[in-house]
């Protein structure tokens, strides 16, 4: 008898741990909300023992803590506080059903939505590459190979004597141009307290925002926002020109910010708020960001594997 009690003690946690098994990683998901979709982002991560955590990035802000996350039967459950939306707790539910996700939100303003969701590709490298000559993507002249993102909108943005301006709050920029890796150099400046963001491949926001003097943060001056904090502010006050050079080998970021390397060969977890789109595995365009305030960039130039 003690033999079939301990049996069964042990089938039982077998089970256990290969239903959290089946949860634990990240997934890119896609949310829609009113008729329109957003991508989205979750990870899973076991915290000793027993426990369940993780960090859930929604269409906007950086990634959240989830404090716990429950799993039973293929059901996974948790609860967060909200970020800038919304009064209320963010509500997420779901199933887990032959390797995908599908489940309901209920948002923070108290809006019902559905989401489907798949296994976030790891995006591993295993050769070297051998990079082409740098060429430029802005012409300096007019907004050729650039475009809105969002047609339903006047497009602020500008070009005055070789720079590309967005004087006020309004629509983000993309390439035409879709990227896999890449390396990128591009200027900047804004003024004081303003705040843009360069999206590389349209997924992942490196911040750029007017914080000279302050301690470095995921959300602030060269962090990919919400996730990687740079290791040193490299920031010039505001008014001056300033310069990033980024090199991305598919999650493995490197940034350079006015000649000092303030990341180095971090691998970015998923996608950031405000991304275009979760299809992580796709090509992506450069994607600056328009809609938070005035701001301008010049000397845009990439290098991309021949």
């Known amino acids: 008898m003690k033999n079939i009690f301990l049996f ?131 012409n300096g002249r007019n907004l050729q190979g650039w475009k809105s993102s ?5 497009n602020q943005w500008k070009v005055e004597n070789g720079v590309l301006i967005s004087p006020k709050p309004g629509v983000n920029l993309i390439t035409n141009e879709l990227f896999t890796d890449f390396k990128l150099h591009i200027e900047f400046r804004y003024p004081e307290g303003s705040n843009s963001g360069i999206y590389l491949r349209g997924r992942y926001e490196v911040q750029v925002e007017d914080n000279y003097g302050r301690d470095p943060e995921s959300t602030l001056f060269g962090g990919i926002y919400g996730f990687l904090t740079p290791n040193q502010m490299a920031a010039k ?33 998923g996608i950031t708020g405000g991304a275009l789109d979760s299809r992580e595995g796709n090509p992506g365009p450069i994607m600056l960001q328009g809609d938070h305030g005035v701001i301008e960039y010049r000397n845009i130039s990439i290098q991309t594997p021949e």
Do not use: C
């Open 150 to 154: 969002d047609s339903r909108r006047i």
């Open 8 to 138: 069964l003690a042990l089938f039982s946690i077998n089970v256990f741990a290969q239903n959290k098994n089946a949860i634990i990683g990240k997934w890119d998901l896609e949310v829609e909300i009113k008729g329109e979709k957003y991508p989205s982002w979750l990870e899973v991560k076991q915290s000793g023992n027993k426990a369940l955590v993780g960090y859930f990035v929604f269409k906007s802000g950086s990634a959240r803590p989830i404090s716990e996350v429950f799993f039973h039967n293929g059901i996974i459950d948790f609860s967060i506080p909200p970020q800038w939306d919304g009064l209320n707790y963010l509500h997420f539910q779901g199933i887990l059903s032959k390797g995908n996700l599908r489940g309901t939100i209920l948002t923070s303003e108290g809006q019902m939505s559905t989401f489907t969701g798949i296994r976030a590709p790891k995006l591993i490298r295993t050769s070297s590459i051998k990079w082409g000559n740098s060429r430029s993507v802005f």
């Open 237 to 269: 006050k505001h008014g001056e020109w300033q310069s990033y050079d980024i090199t991305l080998i598919g999650r493995r970021v490197s940034i350079v910010a006015n000649g000092m390397k303030i990341i180095n060969d971090q691998i970015i977890p």
